[in-house]
């Protein structure tokens, strides 16, 4: 799932894409990609939240190894990242009981490094995070140009401050990069498709046309930026007709007209 930010004016502008599903923790399902690390555990809890409801809880924490981490591999397998772009990883984090600092670590192989595991892409500065509030933290990540992308590339958010046997939070977890209208349209017709199996004949139709109009339009190079976008409109918004639920037959009755009064 990737989540798009756009202003409808700005149509020659990229798209701001994000690649973590469920960085709010506020879907039932967890992204599969998030593990605890060393003795930590992590759990999705509720009532402790930067914004809405939930936020992932790091505990167990008795030294800098034990961690959450974010494995990329699914990213990498799928294309998402790729050396030469830039990606900004930011996330939102708190203390449960002492403050101290946070450190986020993006940890990956060198080409021509069969036997490491852990070489480091880059970090974020110590952040001071306390039990009181939230605190943002953001990294933009740009140095993958030596990376081994058939190894694991995981960023760890780990406790540092010499206090440990601690607890923390991190919420609004997000990895951001910019693409082109042309791409994310390319995107959006794929996730389109992934739809139709779930749908009932009706809507099944109605999103075809719009995916066929979207494919008539991505595949012409001499498209303009402007019917690109209308493209990318058009199509979120067959995307979302068709994730409305099913109307049930009779469902605007009154209770007296089902009574046949």
């Known amino acids: 799932d990737i989540s798009i930010t756009y202003e409808k004016d700005l149509t020659t502008e990229p798209v701001a894409v994000d690649l973590i599903s469920n960085g709010t923790f506020e879907d039932e399902a967890i992204d599969q990609n998030w593990s605890s690390q060393g003795a930590g555990t992590i759990e999705v809890v509720e009532g402790i939240a930067n914004e809405g409801t939930h936020s992932l809880k790091v505990s167990e924490c008795a030294s800098g190894w034990d961690a959450v981490k974010y494995d990329f591999g699914d990213l990498l397998k799928k294309e998402k990242i790729a050396a030469g772009k830039s990606y900004t990883l930011t996330f939102w984090a708190k203390s449960g009981n002492i403050s101290g600092d946070l450190e986020a ?3 990956g192989t060198v080409v021509g490094e069969e036997n490491a595991q852990y070489d480091t892409f880059g970090k974020t500065t110590n952040s ?27 960023i760890f958010i780990h406790w540092i401050s010499d206090t440990h046997d601690t607890t923390f939070y991190i919420d609004d977890v997000s990895l951001t990069t910019l693409i082109s209208k042309r791409e994310f349209l390319g995107e ?19 999103l075809n046309t719009a995916i066929s109009a979207a494919e008539a339009v991505f595949s012409n190079e001499e498209a303009t930026n402007e019917e690109v976008f209308s493209a990318l409109n058009n199509l979120e918004t067959a995307i979302t007709e068709a994730q409305k639920p099913e109307e049930t037959p009779g469902g605007d009755k009154t209770a007296k007209e089902e009574l046949g009064e």
Not at 130 to 147: A, E, H, P, Q, R
């Open 128 to 154: 001071a995070v306390n039990k009181d509030g939230w605190t943002k933290v953001s990294y933009t990540i740009s140095s993958l140009k030596n990376y081994d992308a058939t190894k694991p590339l995981v």
């Open 188 to 206: 959006r017709i794929s996730a389109a498709k992934e739809m139709l199996d779930s749908l009932s004949e009706t809507k099944k139709a109605a």
């Open 105 to 107: 670590t993006l940890t």
